[in-house]
């Protein structure tokens, strides 16, 4: 069985946010107003996070895309009363939207930030959304799945064609629009496959690796260690 | 003392009324009175279903679909003169949708259809005894029917291998899954 992560070069990433807003337009994100801005209510699965360097103000700004990280052992699914939150076979961290109820635990319990909450009805069924993506109500909490729908589809047309998904099938949205390739998304169990290789490599850090989340994306960079 | 007792009575049964006809689905009525019986009688379902093989949604046939027997306008009944009217106007039949899942439940018949081959009745009742069409879904279906029927579903047993079953298809039956990711999205 597959175990699906992801590598991000923070060493190839530019900061343009393709992913953040391919990521929007998959999800069906909704756009929450300035409003809603201003009490850091905004709803992002995807956040390119920056970095300043303190010593020189002037110097670079570095970029961190963000997306949920997929943690193998999760510390969210361990507060949810009602199993709306929890790792599937494959790894993926699930939300069913259909079961959370808001009490928001998980979002307390996740270390980074990945997870957000509708506080109102931000936006309705219609045209121009993605129809494998349900429309999330006001009062649940949403995050980043992988674009899992994708590996649903995928999964679909591989066995109507009577054969195994390829790899490269399934790709979520942000590693598909990345225009410097930085995200690389593939199955980590698979030892041959590109990420495997790439988590492998000595550049390959995690986020707060201390806390024990065993994150499934995986960070790249030649710099001194961050996180 | 009779008059309260009318009035609550009378209010009594508007209110029943109401709820009724807030509560209970509405009727469909499509615009042509069709048989399934006489067509399941001559055709698979998915002769005219034709999209049920090929993505998540079945979908009503087109005009074309229809046409491909009934071009020729020899019919006599008045349903057919019914499409045969919409036909040389060059219109589609304006069915009515009957079945909806909730928003949050994304189903594929090209699954269910093709690579499971679960009969189409098993979820939609006998629609093939009908001599016109549904005004309601025949099965009020909730997710207890879905998970009754993929939990049924059991991995391929290695007698099965040595039979001679296809390994895509031993993963197939092995992904007959009841985790909420894959229904729910």
Known sequence: MALWGMVIDLDRCTGCQACVMACKAENNVPAVGPKEASRERIISWMQVLTEEDKEHPDGKLRFLPRPCLHCDDPPCTKVCPVY?????PEGIVAQIYARCIGCRFCMAACPYNAKYFNWHTYQKEGPGQNPDVSVRQKGIVEKCTFCHHRLQKARERALAEHREIEPGEYV???AEACPARAIVFG??????????????????????????????????TEGEARG | MRGPGVVALIALGLLAWGAWYLLAEPAISQPIQFPHKKHVELLECTDCHTRATKGPVAGRPSMETCLSCHSSGEGNSVEEKKLLAFAERGLEVPWKRVWRLPSHVFFSHR???????????SCHGPMETLDRPPARPLKTLSMNDCIACHEKGV??????E???????EAVARRRISTDCNVCHR
């Open chain 1, 187 to 220: 199955d980590l169990s698979d030892p041959s496959s590109e990420v495997s290789k790439l988590a492998r490599s000595p550049r390959a850090f995690r986020l707060q690796e201390e806390l024990g989340t065993k994150p499934k994306v995986i960070y790249l």
């Open chain 2, 111 to 121: 699954t269910h259809v093709v690579v499971a081959k679960v009969k189409c009745q």
């Open chain 1, 84 to 88: 709306a939150t929890y790792r599937d």
């Open chain 2, 155 to 160: 991995g391929p047993s290695e007698e099965d």
């Open chain 1, 172 to 174: 979520p949205a942000c």
């Open chain 2, 162 to 168: 040595q039979k001679g079953a296809k390994p895509v």
